[in-house]
């Protein structure tokens, strides 16, 4: 299983952006996905996830009614769409992908739950 994730790129202070990974193999419809960053000297953390069928999502504190995560089965992508972007949202973000057919997200908020991970793309929001 691969995960290729895109979409990062500068914006300024209250903009959006739209992130997409795109996921191999057959079974993606089965996976939990989720979404972690990282900034420069952090701890990888969580930001949102959604269930297989996408009909359950989860969003840390700091994200909630800014972000938004959904997902393609017949495209084996999940996005994260991110408005109202603040310079403290820049970070590396990791797509992620739980084999287990979860229905509820709402503890899919640790590192060490997700199975294959995507490599990164790079947001920066500037004031």
């Known amino acids: 299983v691969q995960l290729q994730a895109s979409g990062g790129g500068l914006v300024q202070a209250g903009g959006s952006l739209r992130l997409s990974c795109t996921v191999s193999g057959r079974t993606f419809s089965r996976y939990a996905m989720g979404w972690f960053r990282q900034a420069p000297g952090k701890d990888r953390v969580f930001v949102a996830a959604?269930?297989?069928?996408?009909?359950?999502?989860y969003y840390a504190d700091s994200v909630k009614g800014r972000f938004a995560i959904s997902r393609d089965n017949a495209k084996n992508t999940v996005y994260l769409q991110m408005n109202s972007l603040k310079p403290e949202d820049t970070a590396i973000y990791y797509c992620?992908?739980?084999?287990?057919?979860?229905?509820?997200?709402?503890?899919?908020?640790?590192?060490?739950?997700?199975?294959?991970w995507g490599q990164g793309t790079q947001v920066t929001v500037s004031s």
């Open positions: 959604i269930n297989w069928s996408g009909g359950d999502t």
């Open positions: 992620a992908a739980d084999r287990d057919t979860t229905w509820v997200v709402a503890g899919k908020t640790r590192v060490e739950l997700y199975d294959y």
